[in-house]
């Protein structure tokens, strides 16, 4: 180092003291790779966290979803009447018609004589 005018004593270069700054520039610049990589690797971790505390968050909303489509079905069922059911089975099975054919039959008789 060199003693620039009027600011102060001169101080002799040592070898030691330019070899310690080469060294701290040779680690800084060594460093920097590994320090770049361990940012991406940090980056990663984080990204895959967020990738499976979605994909958790979809499974729950989906087993809600399909829970309450559940209940909706099994609500119709229960809520079915039973009486217009049983009295539309038995219109379409026609267990009533020997009944309405006696009717008509005796109807019928009875305008005939």
Do not use: W
Request: zero cysteines; proline letters at 4%; a negative charge.
């Amino acid at each position: 180092m060199a003693d620039l005018l009027g600011i102060g004593p001169e101080i002799p270069e040592s070898g030691m003291v330019t070899d310690a700054v080469t060294q701290t520039n040779v680690m800084v610049i060594g460093e920097a790779p590994a320090m770049a990589m361990g940012h991406i690797y940090s980056s990663l971790a984080h990204s895959t966290g967020l990738l499976f505390q979605n994909s958790v968050a979809l499974a729950s909303q989906s087993t809600a979803l399909s829970q309450a489509t559940t209940n909706q079905g099994i609500l119709q069922i229960y809520s079915a009447n039973t009486m217009a059911g049983a009295s539309a089975t038995q219109k379409i099975s026609g267990i009533g018609t020997p009944d309405q054919l006696n009717a008509l039959l005796t109807t019928l008789r009875s305008l005939n004589q």
